[in-house]
């Protein structure tokens, strides 16, 4: 009970009311049948399927973020950040952290996990950044500008 309820002390104590007055007997099917689980949304493994170019998986992470009415603006900026990242390590001569002002994971992440061209990087760091400034300006609602930015940043080579 504890795990279905995120260890949230009131809701675990309004779940056990629940079972008592029902009046039935405790057991793991009773809990996984009376008791929700909200799902879990990673954002790091979202931002993950967009940088390994995993369309399905990414559109999918998409549609439980949204499903969840988990604000898109931190996705965004993540997602925002890792293309500047990359950006940051094509352009440079020697990648380094020093250098860079990025750790060397995340110079990492972009040699070992970035799957698009440096012109690439820097295209969809222009379309994630138009489309955070579009969302706070009101030009686009953030479920739509969100799929826009992810579904023209896997049209990128």
Known sequence: ?????????????NEMDKLVRMKVE??????DELIYKQPEFDVFKAIDSVLLYEPELALTY??????????????????????VNATKVFSAREAKP????ISQYQINKVKYDFKYSSKSASEG?????????????????????????VCKILSLS
């Open 1 to 13: 009970i504890v795990d279905r309820c995120s260890y949230d002390f009131s809701r675990i104590e």
């Open 26 to 31: 405790i057991d793991y099917d009773i809990i």
């Open 62 to 83: 998409l549609d439980d973020m949204f499903r969840l009415n988990i604000s898109a603006l931190g996705y965004l900026t993540l997602l925002y950040n890792n293309f």
């Open 98 to 101: 020093e250098s860079l002002g």
């Open 125 to 149: 760091m222009e379309i994630i950044g138009k489309v955070i400034q579009g969302i706070k300006k009101g030009i686009y609602e953030e479920k739509s500008g969100t799929y826009i930015a």
